[in-house]
């Protein structure tokens, strides 16, 4: 069973994929610890800050009609978070709209997602 600051970890983490529905780039590095790493897909490039986060995330977004981040599971082991999710990226016309399958890895330290790295599954 869960003890409190994991329930509050897990629930940080899902509160963020569901965010993700907004398409606000800005909004979701409000998330993340002042230091934090990111890492979009195994083997990609690092993202370490705010600004290269909300400067590579915005143009993505907006250019998208829709974002649904559908958590199917998650679990919390103290400061770590790891969740199985559906991805869906809908563009402009159906043609290119994307749904991957991930693992997601967060660590949380003090209420903020200190690191995230995703995994396609």
Not at 23 to 32: I, P, T, V
Not at 41 to 57: D, N, R
Not at 91 to 98: E, F, G, P, V
Request: net charge neutral.
């Amino acid at each position: 069973m869960a003890d409190a600051a994991e329930q509050a970890n897990e629930a940080l983490v899902n509160r963020f994929c569901s965010d993700w529905s907004r398409r606000d780039a800005q909004l979701l590095a409000g998330y993340f610890a002042e230091k934090f790493e990111y890492m979009m897909y195994e083997g990609g490039p690092v993202i370490t800050s705010h600004e290269a986060f909300v400067k590579q995330m915005t143009p993505f977004l907006t250019k998208l009609k829709a974002v649904d981040w559908v958590v199917v599971r998650s679990h919390a082991m103290g400061p770590m978070v790891i969740n199985e999710r559906i991805d869906h990226f809908y563009a402009q016309d159906s043609k290119h709209d994307h749904h991957p399958r991930i693992a997601g890895l967060f660590i949380v330290r003090n209420g903020k997602i200190a690191i995230w790295r995703d995994y396609n599954l």
